[in-house]
């Protein structure tokens, strides 16, 4: 099983700074990773996926970027609605098809 | 509108059987894979398995493999996450969320990608006795 790790667990950002999130493979999962935003009482929504690619309205301050085990997700300039937890997620379509979260890193405003 | 609706929140009793349900509407029920996704109180994102609704054919995550069942009814475009005999460690809410593929085109090859692109509003059950 591919284990997904994240870092920090916190991040403690003022607005309108930038903030750099990371998430780590255990194995090569290629840039078949996407990225996801949950805010408290909400569903989680896509933001990434490809790795790199903007999911449909997302804002462009959102950028993702790495492949195989090490990958990133900035926020340029954070907005108030962007205080929230974000989550990493591999898969693997090879059958048997295995997708994995990564535990999430908590973004909260300094 | 593009939507997965979820059934309501349920409270049962250890031991007790139960199914939840995630019905999509507004696009081609049979044409995304659905996955269930749990979250414990307080905790992060599990994935549980999903669903490809054309046919029935489910893939389990190691760790929920055998404690639960998915299921679909293509004909009322509804997906379906049951238990037979709940557990206290079952409380959490559980989300049901479409697969989308994603076909980029990189140096004259098509790669393709995917992501949960759209997700019921979740639905919680609280196991106690």
């Known amino acids: 099983e591919i284990v997904m790790t994240q870092s920090p667990a916190t991040l403690s950002v003022s607005p309108g700074e930038r903030a750099t999130l990371s998430c780590r493979a255990s194995?090569?999962?290629?840039?078949?990773l996407a990225w996801y935003q949950q805010k408290p009482g909400q569903a989680p929504r896509l933001l990434i996926y490809?790795?790199?690619t903007r999911a449909t309205g997302i804002p462009a301050r959102f950028s993702g970027s790495g492949s195989g085990t090490e990958f990133t997700l900035t926020i340029s300039s954070l907005q108030s609605e962007d205080f929230a937890v974000y989550y990493c997620?591999?898969?693997?379509?090879?059958?048997?098809?295995?997708?994995?979260f990564g535990p999430g890193t908590k973004v909260d405003i300094k | 509108e593009v939507q997965l609706v979820q059934s309501g929140a349920e409270v049962k009793k250890p031991g007790e059987s139960l199914r939840i349900s995630c019905k999509g509407s507004?696009?081609?029920?049979?044409?995304?894979?659905i996955s269930w996704v749990r979250q414990m109180p307080g905790k992060g994102l599990e994935w549980m398995g999903r669903?490809?609704?054309?046919?029935?054919?489910?893939n389990y995550s190691p760790s929920f493999q055998g404690h639960v069942t998915i299921s679909a009814d293509k004909s009322i475009s509804t997906a379906y996450l049951q238990w037979s005999s709940l557990k206290a460690s079952d409380t959490a809410m559980y989300y049901c969320?479409?697969?989308?593929?994603?076909?980029?085109?990189?140096?004259?090859?098509?790669?393709?990608?995917?992501?949960?692109?759209?997700w019921g509003q979740g639905t919680t059950v609280t196991v106690s006795s």
């Open positions: 969320a479409r697969r989308s593929e994603y076909q980029l085109l990189y140096g004259g090859l098509y790669y393709y990608y995917y992501g949960m692109d759209v």
């Open positions: 507004g696009y081609s029920f049979t044409s995304y894979w």
């Open positions: 669903i490809d609704p054309s046919d029935s054919y489910t």
């Open positions: 194995q090569s999962v290629s840039s078949n």
């Open positions: 490809g790795a790199s």
């Open positions: 997620q591999q898969y693997n379509n090879w059958p048997p098809e295995e997708v994995t």
